[in-house]
């Protein structure tokens, strides 16, 4: 299955959002020590 460009393909009821408020908060605390900095997040 290809993404579609519908965001309900990954945010739901199935959503882990302990682990979507984890990657939010780690990437804010990267970019808090280096703002430089580029993340990119994968599936």
């Known amino acids: 299955v290809a993404f579609t460009g519908?965001?309900?393909e990954y945010f739901g009821f199935a959503t882990d959002v302990d682990a979507v408020v984890y990657l939010?908060?780690?990437n804010d605390l990267?970019?808090?020590l280096?703002?430089?900095a580029v993340t990119?997040?994968?599936d």
């Open 30 to 32: 990267i970019h808090g």
């Open 40 to 42: 990119v997040g994968e």
């Open 24 to 26: 939010m908060l780690a």
């Open 34 to 36: 280096y703002p430089e």
């Open 6 to 8: 519908n965001y309900n």
